[in-house]
């Protein structure tokens, strides 16, 4: 199968890169630029394993995203909260419609180099309170870009069923280096270790077992999950 | 209602922009910057009409489209061709999911700026051969943006029953200037009168007997419809 690949340099979109890599034609490997804090520390590693898996690499630019919407994730936002994510700190890194934006652009760009489907790393620990990840939103734009596409572009999705824990022993196993993966939302440096999303990716190496190559500011103990 | 009004600058979006802020509250008219050979022609009138409305007027820039996007209305593609559309020259204008990359980031700054709903001039003579035209898609995407969307964000075509001709009258109703509307997809000097966008702006005002203030490049007579 043709397939385009979201990629975005994180830990999710870079195992699914190279797994998809192995089985199918990926015809390009897609990012984008939104104007997130930590655009300019993840798009560096997707362009980089895209090169490694001589895939070609696009960078599409949204920079009007950071110009008119309103999200901490965006440098035009405030500081991103620490700890696991709860209802409202989630709420305040929510970027309005973002994975509608991405797919829609895909299957654009999927539907003009003659790919059958675009892939996204959505998993099994994607966030229910992002409106743009849960399973209703993600059926209904599977319906608009097969039908709005004239050759029915396909999304799949084949990390659905997959935690973010199992996503690592996947790369593991295939050998990707994990260091040359980024997560942290406050795009400094070094990974945070505190923020929501560093939260995660710690936890997610420390469940699967596999070595966390990541250099983390904090390594603190990871905190409890609010209401566990 | 407060809503956002996708205006080009062209005939339809242009009435429904002045109808809707008389009986709605327009948070903003957005338009849009893919690169297409017209844009340049079309966006100053949006942004003037929306203007006399005292309506805020935003430009999105998508010029990835023009880049990666393969068709002939873009400044990328060939020529456009001339006559009535026909499957073949239709398809040359296609941009790959346009209207579904327009909506997306119109649904993610409506829900910026607390829009309940996304108004496009989407009308009955829409060309069922777009495949981001036709009726599943547009459900679909409704679909998409009411569920991706924290406040279920609407998508509403008021002029989904009404025809081209019907758009003409009821801007001439209005008073709408329609001199200071865009169609041709050449984007020359003037409109050029005979590409098929052309062929329908003069056709639609013929049908309505609504005097037609666009000055043409040719005046020739109209192209019979294919099949017709």
């Known amino acids: 199968m043709n397939a385009i690949v979201l990629c975005s340099g994180g830990l999710d979109s870079t195992v699914l890169l190279h797994e998809v890599s192995r089985s199918h034609s990926v015809l390009a490997g897609l990012s984008f630029d939104y104007g997130s804090k930590h655009n300019a520390r993840e798009l560096p590693f997707a362009a980089a ?12 630019e949204l920079g009007f995203m950071d110009r008119l919407f309103s999200s901490t994730l965006l440098r035009s936002g405030g500081a991103v909260p620490d700890g696991y994510y709860t209802e409202e700190t989630m709420k305040a890194t929510v970027v309005p419609f973002r994975n509608g934006i991405l797919l829609s652009v895909a299957a654009g760009f999927a539907e003009s180099v003659g790919a059958e489907a675009v892939m996204i790393g959505a998993h099994a620990g994607d966030h229910v309170i992002y409106p743009d990840c849960r399973e209703p939103f993600m059926e209904a734009m599977a319906g608009a870009l097969k039908l709005g596409t004239d050759a029915g572009v396909d999304l799949l999705r084949p990390f659905i069923a997959v935690d973010k824990s199992g996503i690592v022993q996947r790369g593991a196993e295939m050998g990707v280096d994990f260091s040359q993966t980024w997560s942290c939302y406050k795009g400094g440096e070094r990974h945070c270790g505190a923020c929501g999303t560093c939260v995660e990716r710690r936890e997610a190496f420390f469940l699967s077992g596999v070595d966390d190559p990541t250099e983390y500011e904090s390594t603190g103990p990871l905190p409890g999950r609010p209401g566990a």
């Open 49 to 60: 394993h895209c090169r490694a898996l001589g895939i070609r690499h696009e960078t599409v």
